[in-house]
Structure formats: C-alpha cells, structure tokens
C-alpha cells in the first residue's frame, strides 16, 4: 500500500487546467527536465499522467517503470492535440502477449 | 536431440522419469495458465481501448474550453483563479493479485465541495466547463491507469509464461525423453548381453561335460 498522490507533468499550457481539480501539477519544457521529474516523481506518486510529448522525451524513465506495479505511468493528448501515442502502446501491448495486432480489421473498418 | 550427459543405469532412470512426470505436468498447468491469462488479457485490453478512446475524446475537448478561457483571459487571472484549487483528488493506491500477477487497483475519492475556487467575475465561462468536465474525467483517468497497467502487467507475464511452455515442450520434455529411450536401451542390450553369456555359459559346460565322459 502506498500513499496514493497523483501527479500530471506536461506543458503548462496543458497542465495548468489539472490545477484546478486538485492534481499536483508540473510544468516541464524540454527533454531534460522531462526526464528528472518524472524520475523524481516516480518515487513518491503512485499515478503520474504525462503529456505524449514528456512521455517521448522520458521513455527510457518511463520503460524501466513499465513492468512494476507502481508508479503506474499513462500518456494523455496534450492541448494541442494527440498523435495517437496511447493507442500504440496498446497495440504494442497486444502484440507482445498475442505475437500479432488483432484489433487491425476492425479499425479498418 | 541431444540426450542428457548421465550415467545408464537403474536408479537414474527412475529419477528421469519423475522429472518427465514432473514436466509433464508442469506444462500442462502452464500451458492452461496462459490460456488463461490471454483470455482476461483481451477482456482488459478492449476496456483498455474503450476507455482510451473516450478519454482521449473528452479531455480534449476539455482542454480546448480551457484553451478558450486563456485567450479570453489574461495569463495572471487565469493562473491566479487555479493556484488554489477548493478541492482534492485523494486516492487510496493497493494491489490485487490477477493471475498470481500483482496489479494495481485505485480508490479514488475527492474532498472539498468547493469547485469552482475563484471569483467568477475574473474569468470566463469556459473555464467553468472545462473544470466541471476535467473533474468529472479524473476517476475516469484513473480507471484508465488502472487498466492500462495490468494491461501492461499481463502482457509481460504472458510472454514470459509462453517462454516458459516452450521451453519445456521443445527442449526439456524432449530432451529427458530421449534419454530415458537411451537409458532402457542400454539396460536392455545389457541384460541381452548377460543372456546370451550365460547361454554360452551353459553351452561350453555341457561341452567339457560331454568330452569327459
């Protein structure tokens, strides 16, 4: 059991609306302050929501924390849209357990 | 296949053919375990793709309002009207056990009644929605973390499961195998060998028998 914080980091333009709601919020603007927040944040937030652009700049962070329980880590589009980062994970997620993306037909359609 | 480096006799025999049992019914066990694990891995995953795409949806559209806002408003007002949100989103973070894999699964409760902390007469409307939408959308979020990290989770074990199937279907099981066939061929060919001596045995005996009289 560990203390259950949640944490957003992003561009402040994106960020910043968490404010309000009550989520501690960062606002991170280049590769490497990306990385050392979400890695210092890591060890005290047990939900960290990043934007896809922080998720690219700290995915070597973001891979070593994958296969543990917490922190769970998860992509969000930022304000200015989203490049589909989330649902590419999920296939890769697919294609690792199944050996082969059986959703395709289906977004196809 | 190359068979195991042992010595042919009885007593590694039986010991081989317990650990054949033994991996036998290992993979069984394993191979019905990733069975089973695929079948609640696909139940995950389309929740998985449901709540990403309906996330995915609203917060943009969330965010957009919120977009608005600051373009009405001035950047201090509108950071001023956030920095001191009236409520919380408190969560109570443990884990369960799915497939004997450990998974996280979240308690979302958020204190403080006060949604809108600031003066309405600061900031525009659209900032209203969009945190009425956006604290709508955070258990929503979390049950997306959730998902998606046994999701995450599964898939791993998953591929280390079938690792470890294949390992013993293609290399274990065979291997053991050919070593027992080996062993009980050599004990055999052994025992035909004490036979036939012992027939030549007799033979020569019966021989020296028969030239003495």
Redesign the interface.
Known sequence: MREGLIAVVGDKDSVLAFKAVGVDVYAVSDEVEAANTVHALARTYSVIFVTEQVALWADAYIKRYRSRPYPVIVPIPAADGGTGLGMKLIKENIEKAIGADIFVDKEEK | MAKLNVNPTRMELRLLKNRLRTAVRGHKLLKDKSDEM?RR?MLY?KE??RL?EE??VE??A???S??LA?AVSSDDA??E???M???????????KSEMSV???V??VS???DEKY?YSFASVTGE?DG??AS??EL?PK??K???V??T??????E??KNRRRVNALEYVMIPQLEETIKYITMKLDENERGATTRLMKVKAMLEQQKENGQ
């Open positions: 695929i891995f995953v998985n793709r990403r996330v995915e917060l943009k969330a965010m957009k919120f977009m600051r509108l950071e009207a956030v920095s949100p009236g409520t919380r989103a408190m969560l109570k973070a443990s884990s450990e998974v996280p979240f308690d958020i204190v403080g902390p900032l969009s945190i956006l604290s955070i979020l979390l997306l973390a959730e998606e990290k999701c995450n989770l599964l898939a791993d998953i591929e």
